[in-house]
T-cell receptor, first 110, second 112 residues
Framework: RKEVEQDPGPFNVPEGATVAFNCTYS??????FFWYRQDCRKEPKLLMS???SGNEDGRFTAQLNRASQYISLLIRDSKLSDSATYLC???????????FGKGTKLSVKP | ETGVTQSPTHLIKTRGQQVTLRCSSQ?????VSWYQQALGQGPQFIFQ???????GRGNFPPRFSGLQFPNYSSELNVNALELDDSALYLC???????????FGPGTRLTVT
């Protein structure tokens, strides 16, 4: 089983749509969880940290299920500017490194 | 912008050569992590430096080495370059080992 698995997509959605990304991780000792977005040929940018209680930032909602080792990201009212690759990221434990999924590509069309 | 800077932006090297990449961390951050991102893949952890000491290392051979300086800036050195070393090299800084990491713009290395 890969350490962090994501559906690679691509997800092609119209503006205004709601889209959900899912991710699973294998290391039950992981303590920190994040979603990053990466535009083509650019660096990953932190979108949001993911907390056990779930958290929301405007149109973005992240959920964590530790029992199922599952993380999700929901984007409501998609904008053209949301088009990017979304990376599910988990900390690697004692080393403090981040383990990235391969990313899910999102294209929002007019 | 994150305040993390990297140099150079692009680099072309020949197989067998050596390369040094540089990273300046965000003000107040004492931890720098280095990642390699091949095309179509997520970033892969190379190593992390915390207060000038290597804190952890990923599955990369010893020809990948690094340093962190007293001002918390960092270098990544790669010896005996191979074609497969062609990738985007990213550095990320954070307040500490378990905190959110912020990435620089990366150095795109091409080995011919």
């Amino acid at each position: 089983r890969k350490e962090v698995e994501q559906d690679p997509g691509p997800f092609n959605v119209p503006e205004g749509a709601t889209v959900a990304f899912n991710c699973t991780y294998s290391n039950s000792a992981s303590q920190s969880f994040f979603w990053y977005r990466q535009d083509c040929r650019k660096e990953p940018k932190l979108l949001m940290s993911v907390y056990s209680s779930g958290n929301e930032d405007g149109r973005f909602t992240a959920q964590l299920n530790r029992a199922s080792q599952y993380i999700s990201l929901l984007i409501r009212d998609s904008k053209l500017s949301d088009s990017a690759t979304y990376l599910c990221v988990v900390n690697g434990g004692s080393q403090g490194n981040l383990i990235f999924g391969k990313g899910t590509k999102l294209s929002v069309k007019p | 912008e994150t305040g993390v800077t990297q140099s150079p932006t692009h680099l072309i090297k020949t197989r067998g050569q050596q390369v040094t990449l540089r990273c300046s961390s965000q003000s107040g951050h004492n931890t720098v992590s280095w990642y390699q991102q091949a095309l179509g893949q997520g970033p892969q952890f190379i190593f992390q430096y915390y207060r000038e000491e290597e804190n952890g290392r990923g599955n990369f051979p010893p020809r990948f080495s690094g340093l962190q300086f007293p001002n918390y800036s960092s270098e990544l050195n790669v010896n005996a370059l191979e074609l497969d070393d062609s990738a985007l090299y990213l550095c990320a800084s954070s307040f500490g080992r378990d905190y959110e990491q912020y990435f620089g713009p990366g150095t795109r290395l091409t080995v011919t």
